[in-house]
Structures are given as structure tokens and as C-alpha cells.
């Protein structure tokens, strides 16, 4: 997957949610939610929703380092709780390791992640974050996404954000 960041020498590649470098960013990334949120993320993450082709999972390299990751997963629950016409790919586990932050990195994965949700049908991006990460919250609507009802798991959370952005139709 080509990279056209001011970060020359990264690169994305495609792995498996549980990939041996995705764990440790997604244990860093738990971290984060307790540090931030005084717990970890509890959304159910059911494996087989991880799996092709009902998703698509990406590991960002800086010098052959993992620094960055993400995915998303086709979400029904999502389509039918926000009354979305097509497919809905729901983004989980955005991430950029501290050191590596303000590089292009988020913006790089997430571009990654829109393209390959709308190459495989995905007409909506949607997802959930928190107030406590107003990082990733203005990164989202830097990028076109607007507020959508809440869903998923954090629905009744006081503390969630809940955005989507359409992709529109392939054809």
C-alpha cells in the first residue's frame, strides 16, 4: 500500500487483528483507556469480526517499527442502529505510540482504512471515541466526519463521541 506521507520511510501493511505486532500495540493502546478513562475499552471484539473479508486490519511501520495501527469491521449492529442504508464499517483500535505522534501517522492509517472499507462495499465509516481524546476527535473531523447517533456499546456513555462519514456507493 503506497504511502504518500511526509513520513518517507513508513509503510502499512495488512495483518491479522492478533498479529505479533499488532498485541503489543493493542496492550499499549488499553493502556491509554486506563490512563485516560480509569479502564480499558470494553466493546466486544469477537474474532471472527476480525476476519476476511469483514475487515481489514493495518500495522504502520516507521523504520521497520510498528508505530500506528487500526481497522475496521463490517458492523450490522452499527447499520441498523443508525438506520444507514448499505454497508457500515465500524473503525476500532486507532492508535499512535506517544513518540511517534504529530508524524502523519493517524492520518496515514485512517486514509488507509476509508480506501479499503470503500473497495470493499462500505458506503459509511463510523465509530466511537471519548471526550477524553480530543487528539483523535479533531483528527476524525479534520477528515470529514460528522456527529452520528449513538451505537455499539458505549451508546448511553455520557463520555462518548459517536461519528460516521458516508463514503458513498462503488460503481
Known amino acids: 500500500m503506497p504511502d504518500n506521507d511526509a513520513v518517507s520511510a513508513a509503510t502499512t501493511r495488512q495483518v491479522s487483528y492478533h498479529d505479533a505486532d499488532a498485541q503489543p500495540l493493542t496492550?499499549?493502546?488499553q493502556q491509554e483507556y486506563i490512563h485516560r478513562y480509569g479502564g480499558p475499552d470494553?466493546?466486544?471484539?469477537?474474532?471472527?469480526?476480525?476476519?476476511?473479508?469483514?475487515?481489514?486490519?493495518?500495522?504502520?511501520y516507521d523504520d521497520g517499527r510498528p508505530v500506528a495501527?487500526?481497522?475496521?469491521?463490517?458492523s450490522e449492529s452499527a447499520r441498523a442502529e443508525l438506520q444507514l442504508d448499505g454497508p457500515v464499517a465500524e473503525l476500532k483500535r486507532m492508535y499512535v505510540?506517544?513518540?511517534?505522534?504529530?508524524?502523519?501517522?493517524a492520518r496515514g492509517v485512517l486514509r488507509d482504512l476509508e480506501q479499503t472499507a470503500a473497495a470493499a462495499g462500505a458506503e459509511w465509516i463510523v465509530l466511537e471515541t471519548g471526550m477524553m481524546q480530543p487528539e483523535a476527535v479533531a483528527l476524525y473531523q479534520s477528515s470529514g466526519f460528522?456527529?452520528?447517533?449513538a451505537f455499539g456499546h458505549y451508546a448511553d456513555s455520557p463520555h462518548s463521541i459517536h461519528l460516521g462519514k458516508r463514503l458513498g456507493p462503488i460503481g
Open 146 to 149: 460528522e456527529p452520528v447517533a
Open 27 to 29: 496492550g499499549q493502546v
Open 97 to 105: 505510540v506517544p513518540a511517534s505522534r504529530g508524524r502523519g501517522h
Open 42 to 60: 470494553g466493546s466486544p471484539m469477537d474474532r471472527g469480526e476480525f476476519s476476511p473479508p469483514n475487515c481489514h486490519f493495518l500495522v504502520r
Open 69 to 74: 495501527m487500526g481497522g475496521w469491521r463490517v
